[in-house]
């Protein structure tokens, strides 16, 4: 059985900070979580930031300079610190592999009043 679980979010005010975590409760052999995805209102789930097979760490533009990905392999970790939120990032975010094949969880809830 594969289960994702994010945790974290919350309501901030604009150019606040909280840091998403992710547990990953997996039946080896599979992908682990090294990704984190975002879906805001009415639009696609996106990708906002992953960890690279060798380490180094991918970020859309709409994030890059405020949020940083960071993973724990050996726990099935990954954990998304975001600092400078605008408006705009309110969205549920969700964990999983990249591509997203893992069952997705049921995402976490960030809102940003400005």
């Not at 975002?38 to 930031?49: P, S």
């Not at 709409?62 to 724990?72: E, H, L, M, N």
């Not at 309110?90 to 940003?112: D, E, F, K, M, R």
């Amino acid at each position: 059985q594969v289960q994702l679980v994010e945790s974290g979010g919350g309501s901030v005010q604009a150019g606040g900070s909280l840091e998403l975590s992710c547990v990953g409760y997996l039946d080896a052999p599979t992908p682990y979580p090294e990704a984190w995805y975002r879906q805001a209102a009415g639009k696609e789930r996106i990708l906002v930031a992953r960890v690279r097979s060798a380490g180094t760490k991918w970020y859309a533009d709409s994030v890059k300079g405020r949020f940083t990905i960071s993973r724990d392999s050996a726990k099935n970790t990954v954990s998304l610190q975001m600092s400078g939120l605008k408006s705009e990032d309110t969205a549920v975010y969700y964990c999983n592999s990249y591509p997203g094949i893992l069952p997705w969880g049921q995402g976490t809830q960030v809102t940003v009043s400005s």
